[in-house]
């Protein structure tokens, strides 16, 4: 391709300055450092040495990690051990913010700051910052307009070929990201019912752009016309909010037919008999700790 940042010359490959180039060819990242010690061209830690007993690697100054992407997070980018079942979703929330800055065409970092940061924008800026901090990226056209870096190109091919087994083929983006941030529900709700069977369930859904709960009610649905009715709704903050609402009410499938008879006696009536329940399930001597979310009988609820 040509534009002004080229001289005119054809170069067949997207510019980085004005962010032009037909799609479908690979972004050509910022020429750092990196590279002089560095194949970019090469997943992130392809120098590290693995064990032949289990997967921790080391590195050339004998340093042993757990693994690849441990190596990155607290060797490289010197984090603080990761928690379990955070690391994952904080890997690919890495992933995707290197792939959004090696596109083709720029992402206002507003919507940027609503889809992988819930609306947050001081924390995308800080994010943002982060990453020009460790190299991964540095200044487009703005400031806020990250771009990837030849080092940031190697850390975003090492963490896609290292995904785990059940996202490898996922869309890299706010869908995965979801995914992981909800996908411990099948392992807290009850086991004894069967969602199929209820004739109301609580689904998560999006109300005009806003996260939401909304109380489904099936039971009239016919074979030729299955429609269903709405009878209870709330919405939500951040998509998180809402998700740490639904993991508490998954837990309590077996009162799911229960609450739906209050909600069509009014459903006002279930938001305070929710609230109720919600604010009693907190450990109030630890009132910072999240309530419980384990399944818990009917005989123990109201």
């Known amino acids: ?12 490959v997207q510019c980085q300055h004005c962010r032009s180039g037909p799609i479908g060819y690979r972004p050509v990242p910022v020429p750092t450092v990196y590279a002089a010690t560095r194949d970019p061209d090469l997943p992130w830690g392809y120098w590290l040495r693995s064990s032949f007993t289990d997967d921790q690697v080391r590195d050339e100054d004998g340093n042993e990690w757990q693994s690849i992407r441990h190596a990155l997070w607290a060797g490289e980018l010197k984090m603080t051990a990761p928690l379990p079942g955070w690391f994952t979703e904080q ?4 992933l995707t913010a290197l ?8 992402t206002s970092p507003r919507e940027i700051a609503g889809d992988l940061f ?9 994010y943002s910052s982060w990453l020009r901090a460790h190299g991964l990226t540095t200044e487009g056209n703005g400031a806020f307009d990250d771009v990837l870096t030849d080092k940031g190109w190697a850390v975003l091919l090492m963490l896609k070929v290292t995904r785990e087994d059940d996202i490898f083929s996922a869309p890299v983006g706010k869908q995965t990201l979801d995914l992981l941030r909800s996908r411990d529900l099948v392992e807290i709700a009850n086991p004894t ?13 999006e109300i005009a752009s806003t996260p939401a709960i909304t109380l489904i009610d099936r039971s009239k649905a016919g074979k030729k016309m ?7 709704s709330t919405t939500f903050g951040h998509t998180r909010e809402r998700d740490r609402f639904y993991a508490w ?19 006002a009536g279930l938001s305070e008999h929710l609230l109720s329940l919600y604010v009693s399930s907190v450990d109030w001597c ?8 384990e399944y818990q009988p009917a005989e123990a609820q109201a």
């Open 91 to 94: 890997m690919e929330l890495l």
């Open 99 to 106: 792939s959004v800055a090696g596109r083709r065409v720029g």
């Open 226 to 232: 299955p429609l269903v009715s709405t009878i209870w």
């Open 286 to 293: 630890n009132p910072v700790a999240p309530p419980a979310l």
């Open 193 to 205: 019912v069967d969602l199929a069977t209820l004739p109301c369930i609580f689904m998560r859904e």
């Open 249 to 267: 009410l998954v837990a309590r499938t077996d009162r799911w037919n229960a609450w739906a008879k209050i909600a069509h006696r009014g459903a």
């Open 118 to 126: 819930e609306g947050g924008f001081a924390i995308r800026a800080m």
């Open 1 to 12: 391709m040509t534009c002004a940042h080229s001289g005119g010359r054809w170069t067949g």
